[in-house]
């Protein structure tokens, strides 16, 4: 596979940049805290923390390696890695379902981003700064009710992911992302520092970190692993790509234990930020996908310099999120141009496709949002519109079910040698990853796989 981002790295710290670009997006920022509140606070983060540990890390490590023992894209690189173990060259479909999974992901991912860009206007206008909190939540549900608006947001976002996609010039967005992105952890870290200021801190802080185990559920912890894959990018080959050009000294494992702490960290700051903000001003925890969008405009409303800060928040949240988006949309164009399809065509088809899929997820807000497309499924499918079951499905079994197996391969397929190589860094941290992997991670991923199949038809 030519990726063009991925074809020399200049240092190990370039990899890292890379891959964190993958990693930090809508998922930390957006999706984490969201998710916490409609879980009930602690006992979700407690999980999320113990699958990212458990599960995701050594997934993360098994992904990347396999695209480095492969030493190409992530169809060849499993083809050629099944070959060499005797095993069916069938895997590589593996990489396939895996982009079915991007595809997907990138539909819902395109629109909720989009939004950033009606709140980068907001901030230039200044129609939300010293506002009340009531005005400002009251902008939000203006937005959702908005199908039009909904439309040209998702349309601008997926232009802006396209034309870099199609262009195969990605390395100048990385370099930018390599500057700009310390700039969005410094705000989150000073909208956290804000957040200890105010009256909802010391409430903020008992909902997040004193374990309430009352609010346990099935639903909690299948959604905590889903987290755990999404937030980290794992499970859809996406990040086998870029294993196959990782310097030959770098090690593995340290990398992706930096890249993973990054990931939670800035989860950690945005969800401290919001919920200090939510119980300062009595707003619900349980607000779903309009969450971070309230609660960090009321806190710039409060700040001095409000339009400056919101204008920069929503920049660097729209450069998170670009980032993220090419790197949904780039492994599926170079699928197609592995099929001898150009880098235009294969960006145009995947865009249209993604496009109309997104379209419709943004309807699910107003004119769609009591259609239930696979409610004839019964169990939980009854009552989620398509943003629902865009947002679960994909993330809570294709996800995980593409971890599951990308971690067999890895543990059971690949001969040892190969792998071992591949993984680098210390013969205890390998031994480490490779126990973690067979004995916690593949049976911890298919029994909850399995029990989220069951309750999604409420066995
Ligand atoms: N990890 C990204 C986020 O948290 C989402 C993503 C998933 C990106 C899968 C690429 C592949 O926003
Ligand atoms: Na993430």
Request: charged share 10%; proline share 5%.
């Amino acid at each position: 596979m030519n990726h063009p981002v991925l074809e020399a790295w200049s240092s190990n710290r370039a990899f890292i940049f890379a891959v964190t670009g993958a990693a930090v997006g809508l998922g930390n920022i957006w999706r984490f805290p969201y998710l916490t509140g409609e879980n009930g606070g602690s006992v979700f983060l407690l999980l999320y923390l113990f699958f990212m540990l458990v599960i995701g890390l050594p997934i993360m490590i098994a992904e990347i390696g396999l695209g480095r023992a492969g030493r190409a894209g992530p169809m060849q690189a499993l083809m050629r890695l099944a070959q060499g173990a005797g095993a069916r060259p069938q895997w590589r479909y593996l990489a396939v379902f895996g982009g079915l999974t991007l595809f997907l992901i990138l539909s819902f991912y395109s629109m909720v981003s989009g939004w950033s860009l009606a709140y980068l206007v907001k901030s230039v206008d200044g129609s939300l700064a010293q506002q009340s909190p009531e005005v400002i939540a009251g902008a939000f549900g203006q937005l959702m009710s908005n199908p039009g608006l909904m439309l040209l947001c998702h349309t601008l976002f997926l232009l802006l992911t396209l034309g870099v996609v199609a262009a195969g010039v990605n390395q100048g967005l990385e370099r930018l992302n390599t500057y700009l992105m310390p700039l969005l952890y410094l705000l989150l870290l000073l909208l956290a520092a804000y957040a200890v200021t105010t009256p909802g801190f010391a409430e903020a802080m008992r909902y997040l970190f004193l374990p309430d185990f009352n609010a346990v559920s099935w639903k909690v912890v299948l959604d905590a692993m889903g987290q755990a894959f999404f937030t980290l990018a794992v499970g859809a080959c996406a990040l086998m790509a870029y294993g196959a050009y990782m310097p030959e000294d770098q090690s593995l494992p340290r990398a992706a234990v930096v890249v993973a702490l990054l990931d939670v960290g800035v989860a950690l700051l945005a969800g401290i930020a919001i919920f200090a903000l939510v119980f300062s001003h009595q707003l619900e925890p349980t607000s779903g996908p309009g969450l971070m969008f309230i609660t960090l405009p009321i806190a710039f409303s409060e700040l001095p310099l409000s339009h400056l800060l919101s204008l920069g928040f929503f920049l660097l949240l729209l450069l998170a999120t670009w980032t993220s988006s090419i790197n949904l949309a780039e492994p599926l164009v170079a699928m197609l141009k592995d099929r001898g399809w150009s880098r235009l065509r294969g960006t145009a088809v995947i865009g249209l496709g993604v496009w109309i899929l997104g379209s419709l997820a943004a309807l699910s807000f107003n004119v769609m949002a009591e259609v239930y497309p696979l409610g004839f499924l019964g169990g939980v499918f009854a009552e989620k519109n398509l943003f629902g079951l865009l947002t679960s499905i994909p993330t809570d079994i294709f996800l995980p079910l593409g971890g599951l197996l990308i971690a067999i391969f890895a543990v059971y397929i690949v001969p040892v040698a190969d792998i071992r190589a591949a993984i680098g860094g210390s013969e205890t941290f390998y031994l480490l990853w490779r126990r973690m992997t067979a004995k916690l991670a593949i049976p911890l991923t298919g029994l909850l796989l399995l029990t989220s199949v069951l309750t999604f038809w409420g066995v």
